[in-house]
């Protein structure tokens, strides 16, 4: 069934998909964030209850959403690294890391700008920002675990454990506004039933979330297609690509 | 040699083999101790704050305990050869990281959740608070284990130990930290505190379950 796939397991083939998928895909990023932010920025009504400061939902939501999903992704790249012992996954993994933290970070530091005008504090000890808060301790111990070995295979393979293991805590992060009823608010787009936002705010919003989305897979190409390069600097392929770069 | 045999055999080792080395144990303890006498005499002698805040300082001042110890898991069997062994000897390998765990826990854990008495004289702790906090104890003590056993495997083979290790553990204990700290909060204020109790020996145990697969991956890594 996944035959097509196989080739790709080769560095110098996933080198050039890689490419190929930042050279199509970043450009649809930027024009979804583009459109999505001026929209959202610039457009969208003013709500009754919130003013003018409820517009950072437009990046505050989307960095939340893919902080958890670039988490997810990493833990399955890590899983299947382990159980196939695909190389080139490991290298996958260490090239989410450092996106997901800064997503994450994103997405704590708008919400701390938010905090702040409607709940009259920066920050509060509260499930969602806990759980958001250990999500991005745990990219960087992913990130901290791959370069604290000398040699980069095993430290790959430990971050992939890591990986896997704090994969426990996206669940917790989804469901804490359910589970413990504290200060956070219940989730801004409902997926089944009736959006409760006017239409209005929820495209823009939706748009910027699709943004967010090429973003993320824009850059972990373009940052796995750097890690393939150096990680295979003494193969042939890398020398071939980099004499035709010199031409 | 059935799997019971093999256990407990390697449980037995351990013991045997930390009754010989038994300096190294009072070094947590002693940590443990020193981090409480720090904190009445940084925030100041006042009975009522320091009844307040001994739970919290307990649970702190064992996390950091288990942490200093916590290299020391395999680092040893490491070095001499043992856990190479174990691993070639045919049996299954997960039932010594298990003993090892549970060896661990009872060596080092058990006596910082005992020594948190020391709670109730020098922070004025409640002693029926100080029982629902032992207990938390003892099942965050577990859990701690079992996470720090999947960071220790890891980090043999690195160069920068211990700043990695609490980077790594301190996180995934979050979690139990704060049903602890509901459990202790109810117990205080004389609310049964069985819900978060709950929570966090399901969380023990989930830990316990599931750690050592993790533990002896890790290790396996180490050694390859």
Same mark, same amino acid.
């Given at each position: 069934?996944?035959?097509?796939?196989?080739?790709?397991?080769?560095?110098?083939?996933a080198y050039?998909?890689s490419n190929?998928?930042?050279?199509?895909?970043?450009?649809?990023?930027?024009l979804?964030?583009i459109?999505?932010?001026?929209?959202?920025?610039?457009?969208?009504?003013?709500?009754?209850?919130?003013?003018?400061?409820?517009?950072?939902?437009?990046?505050?939501?989307?960095?939340?959403?893919?902080?958890?999903?670039?988490?997810?992704s990493m833990?399955?790249?890590g899983?299947c690294?382990?159980?196939?012992?695909?190389?080139t996954?490991e290298?996958?993994v /260490?090239? #989410?890391?450092?996106?997901g933290?800064? $997503? =994450? %970070? @994103?997405?704590?530091?708008?919400?701390?700008?938010?905090?702040?005008?409607?709940?009259?504090?920066?920050?509060?000890?509260?499930?969602r920002?806990?759980?958001?808060l250990?999500?991005?301790?745990l990219?960087i111990?992913?990130?901290?675990?791959?370069?604290?070995?000398?040699?980069?295979?095993?430290g790959?393979k430990?971050?992939?454990?890591?990986?896997?293991?704090?994969?426990v805590n996206?669940?917790i992060?989804?469901?804490?506004v359910?589970?413990w009823?504290?200060?956070?608010q219940?989730?801004?787009?409902?997926?089944?039933?009736?959006?409760?936002?006017?239409?209005?705010?929820l495209w823009?919003?939706? /748009?910027? #979330?699709?943004?967010?989305?090429?973003? $993320? =897979? %824009? @850059?972990?190409?373009?940052?796995?297609a750097?890690?393939?390069?150096k990680?295979?600097a003494h193969?042939?392929?890398?020398?071939?690509?980099?004499?035709?770069m010199?031409? | 040699?059935?799997?019971?045999?093999?256990?407990?055999?390697?449980?037995?080792?351990d013991?045997?083999?930390?009754?010989?080395?038994?300096?190294?144990?009072?070094?947590?303890?002693?940590?443990?101790?020193?981090?409480?006498?720090?904190?009445?005499?940084?925030?100041?002698?006042?009975?009522?704050l320091?009844?307040?805040i001994a739970?919290?300082?307990?649970?702190?001042?064992?996390?950091l305990?288990?942490?200093i110890?916590?290299?020391?898991?395999?680092?040893e069997e490491?070095?001499?050869?043992?856990?190479?062994?174990?691993?070639?000897?045919?049996?299954?390998s997960i039932?010594?990281?298990?003993?090892?765990?549970?060896?661990?826990?009872?060596?080092?854990?058990?006596?910082?959740?005992?020594?948190?008495i020391?709670?109730?004289p020098?922070?004025?702790?409640?002693l029926s608070?100080?029982?629902?906090?032992?207990q938390?104890l003892?099942?965050?003590?577990?859990?701690?284990?079992?996470?720090g056993?999947i960071?220790?495997?890891m980090?043999?083979?690195?160069?920068?130990?211990?700043?990695?290790l609490?980077?790594?553990?301190?996180?995934?204990?979050i979690?139990?930290?704060?049903?602890?700290?509901?459990?202790?909060?109810?117990?205080?204020?004389?609310i049964?505190?069985?819900?978060?109790?709950?929570?966090?020996?399901g969380?023990a145990?989930?830990?316990?379950?599931?750690?050592?697969?993790?533990?002896?991956?890790?290790?396996?890594?180490?050694?390859?």
């Open positions: 069934m996944f035959k097509w796939l196989h080739p790709y397991a080769k560095p110098e083939k050039e998909l190929r998928i930042y050279f199509w895909v970043m450009p649809f990023a930027a979804c964030l459109i999505g932010s001026i929209w959202g920025l610039v457009f969208a009504p003013t709500d009754y209850q919130q003013g003018e400061s409820y517009r950072l939902i437009f990046f505050h939501v989307p960095a939340a959403i893919w902080s958890m999903g670039a988490y997810t833990g399955i790249a899983f690294a382990l159980v196939w012992q695909i190389r996954l290298l996958a /260490i090239a #989410i890391a450092p996106i933290a800064v $997503f =994450t %970070a @994103l997405a704590l530091a708008t919400g701390a700008i938010w905090g702040k005008p409607m709940w009259g504090t920066w920050w509060v000890w509260d499930a920002l806990t759980s958001e250990i999500l991005l301790f990219y111990g992913v990130f901290a675990l791959y370069f604290s070995f000398d040699d980069r295979r095993t790959g430990a971050a992939c454990i890591l990986a896997v293991v704090g994969i996206v669940p992060i989804h469901y804490s359910e589970w009823n504290t200060l956070h219940g989730a801004t787009i409902s997926k089944f039933e009736k959006p409760s936002m006017p239409a209005e705010m823009p919003l939706l /748009i910027n #979330i699709l943004g967010f989305f090429l973003l $993320f =897979t %824009a @850059l972990t190409s373009y940052r796995f750097t890690e393939l390069v990680s295979e193969r042939k392929w890398v020398l071939k690509l980099v004499r035709q010199a031409k | 040699m059935s799997y019971f045999q093999y256990f407990s055999h390697s449980l037995k080792r013991f045997q083999v930390a009754a010989t080395q038994k300096h190294e144990f009072g070094l947590p303890l002693i940590f443990f101790v020193l981090v409480v006498v720090l904190v009445p005499l940084s925030i100041g002698p006042e009975a009522n320091l009844s307040r739970p919290a300082i307990g649970w702190i001042a064992v996390i305990s288990i942490l110890a916590l290299p020391r898991m395999f680092s490491f070095d001499n050869g043992w856990l190479e062994q174990v691993f070639i000897s045919g049996h299954p039932l010594s990281v298990l003993s090892r765990v549970l060896s661990f826990w009872l060596l080092y854990g058990l006596p910082l959740v005992l020594a948190s020391l709670l109730v020098f922070l004025q702790l409640a608070t100080w029982w629902v906090l032992a938390t003892v099942l965050g003590s577990l859990l701690m284990t079992a996470l056993s960071a220790s495997a980090l043999l083979g690195s160069r920068k130990g211990s700043g990695i609490a980077l790594l553990v301190i996180p995934l204990l979690p139990a930290l704060i049903f602890a700290s509901a459990a202790v909060d109810a117990a205080a204020q004389g049964p505190a069985q819900g978060p109790m709950l929570m966090l020996t969380l145990v989930l830990g316990i379950t599931l750690a050592p697969i993790a533990t002896e991956h890790s290790l396996k890594l180490v050694m390859s």
